[in-house]
T-cell receptor, first 113, second 114 residues
């Protein structure tokens, strides 16, 4: 069974731009969660999607948004990029909402210049 | 606010040694505690713990939870160089929507020297 895939793997943007990251969960998994990982803050929860609806949200500004499609694939968007948004963005999928065993993708490394 | 504190932050041992990694936490409405191993990119799932005193074991790795003292430990016996990684402890609590996203600790960076 294929794992969680994320595209692109690397991305370089400049301040003020916006970016869209994509995540395809493991086949049959219906819940997708997004996390931001930085050296200073570690791994932080962004949001979780299930049945095309955002079910949980972490403590991030409204510039961070996401959506989920009917095939469970998910995208996250960051608008008006700031230098501090440089991070590894990880997507994790699980079978159902709130299921603890989450499987992570390889991440997208975003660099904001 | 939920809190997950891991110790030590880094650890260097020799191959064959046994290591114990610690995770203490503060949370309301505890649901589960999870351990992950992160080598290069994606964290990989190790254990999920929900009940006190029940040891989970997988090969040379084992973990146990103490819900009274609010901590968990991850043990690795007969360490190998392939065990070198960052070990992450994560907490999940119940919320109105069922369960919240995971709250992670900063991790323990483990280095196994040959």
């Amino acid at each position: 069974k294929a794992g969680v895939t994320q595209t692109p793997r690397y991305l370089i943007k400049t301040r003020g731009q916006q970016v869209t990251l994509s995540c395809s969960p493991i086949s049959g998994h219906r819940s997708v969660s997004w996390y931001q990982q930085t050296p200073g803050q570690g791994l932080q929860f962004l949001f979780e999607y299930f049945s095309e609806t955002q079910r949980n949200k972490g403590n991030f500004p409204g510039r961070f948004s996401g959506r989920q499609f009917s095939n469970s694939r998910s995208e996250m968007n960051v608008s008006t990029l700031e230098l501090g948004d440089s991070a590894l963005y990880l997507c994790a999928s699980s079978l159902e909402l709130g299921v603890n065993e989450q499987f992570f993708g390889p991440g997208t490394r975003l660099t904001v210049l | 606010e939920d809190k997950v504190v891991q110790s030590p932050l880094s650890l260097v041992v020799h191959e064959g040694d046994t290591v114990t990694l610690n995770c203490s936490y503060e949370v309301t409405n505890f649901r589960s505690l999870l351990w992950y191993k992160q080598e290069k990119k994606a964290p990989t799932f190790l254990f999920m713990l929900t009940s006190s005193g029940i040891e989970k074991k997988s090969g040379r790795l084992s973990s146990i939870l103490d819900k009274k003292e609010l901590f968990s430990i991850l043990n690795i016996t007969a360490t190998q160089t392939g065990d070198s990684a960052v070990y992450l402890c994560a907490l999940q609590r119940y919320s109105g929507g069922g369960a919240d996203g995971l709250t992670f600790g900063k991790g323990t960076h483990l280095i196994i020297q040959p």
